[in-house]
């Protein structure tokens, strides 16, 4: 398996983020697609050697989790993001489950940004649930610890400096502010529509 790396320049001049730091996240990004791609390559050569039960592997095996989630978080906050202003339907399912659990969209979006606001660095993702059939705003630390088993990320905001600081310094709840204004929604009830199959 070899991932490229996607390309999303057709989020530059998007409202809030700069083109600098864009072009700086997108290189990050791309960082992660070439880290995955060589530690695949390295675990499959210690299987052809024989070389599975070594702490070489082990460890390999180890940081991969890292490495590719650090790319599909990534894939996933860009395909989340708009230029053009897109609202979540009143009506639509996804909508009317998030009332349901949180009371209101209002109350949805004020657990999101506290979660954005926690102390640290990492993720914050809408993830549903199929089994329970539950919305869960979830702070993910590190890229390969605390996710939730068998949950589908529908939103997810970077919250590690790289993604505001060029442009926002130490205020992160403007960055998050700006971030609430630029999701696109359609791709997220795509997602929720995709889990719901």
């Known amino acids: 398996m070899n991932n490229k790396p996607q390309d999303f320049k057709h989020l530059l001049g998007i409202n809030g983020l700069s083109n600098k730091l864009l072009e700086t996240h997108f290189s ?24 599975t039960e070594t702490p070489e592997q082990a460890e390999l095996k180890r940081r991969f989790g890292w490495e590719w989630n650090g790319m599909r978080l990534h894939e996933y906050y860009f395909e989340n993001l708009a230029k053009e202003k897109t609202e979540l339907p009143e009506d639509s399912v996804l909508a009317e489950k998030i009332n349901q659990i949180y009371g209101s969209f209002k109350d949805w979006e004020k657990d999101f940004k506290s979660v954005g606001m926690m102390r640290g660095i990492g993720w914050v993702i809408l993830y549903y649930d199929p089994k329970d059939d539950e919305l869960f705003n979830v702070w993910i630390n590190e890229h390969d610890v605390g996710h939730f088993a068998g949950a ?46």
């Not at 590690?160 to 205020?171: I, K, Q, R």
């Open 152 to 197: 589908v990320p529908l939103l997810v905001m970077d919250v590690f400096e790289h993604a505001y600081m060029v442009d926002y310094g130490t205020a992160r709840a403007d960055y998050i502010e700006n971030f609430l204004k630029i999701i696109d929604w359609n791709k997220v009830l795509e997602r929720f529509d995709k889990a719901l199959k």
């Open 28 to 51: 990050l990004y791309e960082g992660y697609v070439k880290n995955a791609n060589l530690l695949l390559e390295k675990l499959e050569s210690l299987s052809k050697e024989g070389k």
